[in-house]
């Protein structure tokens, strides 16, 4: 490849961080380039996958270096110690990777809640309880040996680097710690590496991990057996247990990812693939462009009472039917029965186009409340067009909060379980049976990694935000392939949710006109703040073949472009 290429695709990245600065502003154009395209959470992971595609490497290569790069430099989400999908476009071939933690062998339907019943305050988030046994050690790993194309020690080695060399702490990080310093100095071993001297890391200043460095290294020549059996799983188990955790060496060596059937559909003139459960994200998108394909949504007046009204309805409709959903082997409905034609049909035509339905008559549960949280998602094309839309969590902000020295943050999944019937979760989401807690159970996801196409143009996007995710992801890709915006303008427009409890349309400030509002709460609609927002990462061919990638500028997040050879 040409020397130059690394300039310009870095300034690419830059720039987008610079366009994160001016949230909510005029959209910037979407970072633009010839060679492939990696849109991350963070600038550092960005250009670890450009990297890698300027190497030779493909997007499955790239995908897997970023993700890595992720669990050092952005510990709030990236991780070993948590788990995440794969969606993925190799030639014509498309296969989704579920990696997603299970529950321990010895959890429990009750584990959280107290003898009468009610939940233990902080029990399914808070601590090793909370964890499940993490799948990003064996899923990465598993992506690349069917998949990638170059040998698995330079895929890893851009993040030991980062470990063992240092990485800058950015305000982002350094922000993230202060905002959660109480509960991470919960844990010694947490608050020796990220409070040090009692407080975050100075922003600017050099974080090196070096015992996680040495975990890398190991990784990279022994694959997941050096996490998941010897001395780092003994350790992630020593650390759990002494703090009330019930993770044992068998689960960690037990977990084995699933390669699954994508969930396809076509909408508005894209075919799409998506990920089936143990997540409801590809299900809900499935559902909510099949409906508003059905009600004619693109013929509405962009930004009218009746356009936002059916995208709430739709998701509504779809945050129902997600009350059925679970590990596949637990789960009450198939997409193959949610997604039947005739089913769409019949729920389009009973739509009510001129009210609000009423969610509690829909299914009679409890209300909600909120808290951030941290995800990651990770778009990447490759020169051929192969495609990764990848999104990986912790569950909460630093998951559980604890630390595993030379491992990384423990996950908090087990709270996406049904953890008490009828109370919400960490996201509001009341959940249903389906989701009840049995050893080995995968939990129910929101997260929604799709890949989106129509001939040679390819759409990857997919986002954090917890139950917002299916949300934010489908409004920024309706907004880009069925509205036409410019792909910055499509992740930078303002955004409305609903997911049936709470019974409201939430709304980040200025997505509605007041006369829009007016007409809405006019249908009965509730019309309330939004509590915190998705962030959305998109990576795209154009027909004319460039390529581009978005960050969302509520991140900040980095998109980047690489040059041709
Ligand atoms: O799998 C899920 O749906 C959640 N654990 C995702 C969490 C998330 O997106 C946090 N980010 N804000």
Redesign the pocket.
Same mark, same amino acid.
């Given at each position: 490849m040409k020397t130059s290429s690394r300039g310009r695709c870095c300034r690419a990245a830059i720039a987008l961080v610079f366009l994160a600065a001016a949230a909510h502003a005029a959209s910037f154009p979407a970072a633009r380039g010839a060679g492939g395209a990696v849109a991350t959470a963070e600038v550092d992971a960005t250009a670890a996958g450009l990297e890698i595609l300027r190497a030779g490497g493909n997007a499955v290569d790239a995908v897997i270096a970023s993700a890595l790069a992720l669990a050092v430099v952005h510990p709030q989400?990236g991780n070993l110690g948590g788990g995440g999908f794969a969606v993925v476009r190799m030639g014509n071939e498309l296969v989704t990777l579920d990696f997603r933690e299970v529950a321990p062998a010895a959890a429990g339907r009750d584990m959280y809640l107290d003898a009468s019943g009610e939940r233990r305050p902080d029990a399914s988030t808070l601590g090793p309880l909370a964890a499940g046994v993490p799948g990003t050690p064996t899923g990465l790993h598993l992506l690349h040996a069917r998949l990638g194309s170059l040998p698995w020690r330079d895929v890893v080695e851009p993040a030991r680097t980062l470990a063992g060399d240092g990485f800058r702490v950015t305000r982002r990080l350094h922000e993230s710690i202060d905002n959660r310093s109480d509960l991470l100095a919960t844990f010694p071993e947490t608050a020796k590496v990220w409070l040090p001297n009692g407080a975050p890391p100075p922003i600017g200043s050099t974080k090196r991990l070096p015992l996680l460095a040495d975990t890398l290294a190991a990784y990279a020549v022994d694959g997941p057996a050096a996490l998941t059996r010897g001395p780092v799983a003994e350790r992630v188990v020593a650390v759990s247990r002494r703090h009330g955790g019930i993770l044992t060496a068998e689960d960690l060596a037990a977990y084995r990812p699933e390669w699954r059937r994508p969930i396809r559909f076509e909408a508005f003139g894209w075919r799409f693939a998506s990920m089936d459960q143990p &997540?409801s994200g590809g299900i809900i998108l499935a559902q909510v462009f099949g409906l508003l394909e059905r009600l004619g949504w693109a013929e509405l007046e962009p930004g009218g009472a009746d356009w936002f009204h059916l995208v709430a309805e739709a998701w509504r409709q779809a945050f129902v039917d997600r009350l059925l959903l679970g590990d596949p082997s637990s789960s009450d409905a198939s997409a193959a029965e949610l997604l039947a034609p005739a089913r769409l049909d019949r729920l389009a035509r009973e739509l009510p186009r001129d009210r609000a339905r009423e969610s509690r008559s829909m299914v009679a549960l409890g209300a909600p409340p909120a808290e &951030?949280? %941290? $995800?990651t998602h990770l778009s990447v094309i490759d020169r051929d067009g192969n495609a990764v839309a990848l999104t990986t $969590?912790l569950?909460?902000s630093f998951g559980s909060k604890l630390w595993v020295p030379g491992f990384g943050f423990l996950n908090n %999944?087990m709270d996406?379980f049904t953890t008490a019937p009828g109370r919400p979760n960490l996201?509001g989401l009341v959940q249903g049976e389906a989701n009840t807690i049995a050893p080995g159970r995968r939990m129910l996801? &929101?997260?929604s990694p799709t890949i989106a196409w129509r001939g040679d143009e390819r759409f990857v996007f997919g986002g954090? @935000? @917890? &139950?917002k995710?299916p949300t934010a992801s489908s409004w920024v890709a309706l907004g880009a392939l069925v509205d036409g915006l410019p792909l910055q303008a499509a992740v930078d427009r303002p955004r409305i949710h609903h997911q049936w409890l709470p019974d409201a349309i939430q709304t980040e400030s200025d997505s509605l006109s007041p006369e829009t509002r007016a007409a809405l709460v006019a249908r009965g609609h509730a019309v309330v703040p939004v509590d915190f927002t998705?962030k959305v990462c998109v990576a795209r061919r154009l027909a004319s073949g460039l390529f581009e990638a978005a960050g969302d500028p509520r991140g900040p997040d980095a998109g980047g472009v690489v040059d041709p050879q």
């Amino acid at each position: 490849m040409k020397t130059s290429s690394r300039g310009r695709c870095c300034r690419a990245a830059i720039a987008l961080v610079f366009l994160a600065a001016a949230a909510h502003a005029a959209s910037f154009p979407a970072a633009r380039g010839a060679g492939g395209a990696v849109a991350t959470a963070e600038v550092d992971a960005t250009a670890a996958g450009l990297e890698i595609l300027r190497a030779g490497g493909n997007a499955v290569d790239a995908v897997i270096a970023s993700a890595l790069a992720l669990a050092v430099v952005h510990p709030q989400a990236g991780n070993l110690g948590g788990g995440g999908f794969a969606v993925v476009r190799m030639g014509n071939e498309l296969v989704t990777l579920d990696f997603r933690e299970v529950a321990p062998a010895a959890a429990g339907r009750d584990m959280y809640l107290d003898a009468s019943g009610e939940r233990r305050p902080d029990a399914s988030t808070l601590g090793p309880l909370a964890a499940g046994v993490p799948g990003t050690p064996t899923g990465l790993h598993l992506l690349h040996a069917r998949l990638g194309s170059l040998p698995w020690r330079d895929v890893v080695e851009p993040a030991r680097t980062l470990a063992g060399d240092g990485f800058r702490v950015t305000r982002r990080l350094h922000e993230s710690i202060d905002n959660r310093s109480d509960l991470l100095a919960t844990f010694p071993e947490t608050a020796k590496v990220w409070l040090p001297n009692g407080a975050p890391p100075p922003i600017g200043s050099t974080k090196r991990l070096p015992l996680l460095a040495d975990t890398l290294a190991a990784y990279a020549v022994d694959g997941p057996a050096a996490l998941t059996r010897g001395p780092v799983a003994e350790r992630v188990v020593a650390v759990s247990r002494r703090h009330g955790g019930i993770l044992t060496a068998e689960d960690l060596a037990a977990y084995r990812p699933e390669w699954r059937r994508p969930i396809r559909f076509e909408a508005f003139g894209w075919r799409f693939a998506s990920m089936d459960q143990p &997540s409801s994200g590809g299900i809900i998108l499935a559902q909510v462009f099949g409906l508003l394909e059905r009600l004619g949504w693109a013929e509405l007046e962009p930004g009218g009472a009746d356009w936002f009204h059916l995208v709430a309805e739709a998701w509504r409709q779809a945050f129902v039917d997600r009350l059925l959903l679970g590990d596949p082997s637990s789960s009450d409905a198939s997409a193959a029965e949610l997604l039947a034609p005739a089913r769409l049909d019949r729920l389009a035509r009973e739509l009510p186009r001129d009210r609000a339905r009423e969610s509690r008559s829909m299914v009679a549960l409890g209300a909600p409340p909120a808290e &951030s949280a %941290e $995800t990651t998602h990770l778009s990447v094309i490759d020169r051929d067009g192969n495609a990764v839309a990848l999104t990986t $969590t912790l569950n909460g902000s630093f998951g559980s909060k604890l630390w595993v020295p030379g491992f990384g943050f423990l996950n908090n %999944e087990m709270d996406d379980f049904t953890t008490a019937p009828g109370r919400p979760n960490l996201y509001g989401l009341v959940q249903g049976e389906a989701n009840t807690i049995a050893p080995g159970r995968r939990m129910l996801s &929101s997260m929604s990694p799709t890949i989106a196409w129509r001939g040679d143009e390819r759409f990857v996007f997919g986002g954090q @935000g @917890g &139950s917002k995710i299916p949300t934010a992801s489908s409004w920024v890709a309706l907004g880009a392939l069925v509205d036409g915006l410019p792909l910055q303008a499509a992740v930078d427009r303002p955004r409305i949710h609903h997911q049936w409890l709470p019974d409201a349309i939430q709304t980040e400030s200025d997505s509605l006109s007041p006369e829009t509002r007016a007409a809405l709460v006019a249908r009965g609609h509730a019309v309330v703040p939004v509590d915190f927002t998705a962030k959305v990462c998109v990576a795209r061919r154009l027909a004319s073949g460039l390529f581009e990638a978005a960050g969302d500028p509520r991140g900040p997040d980095a998109g980047g472009v690489v040059d041709p050879q």
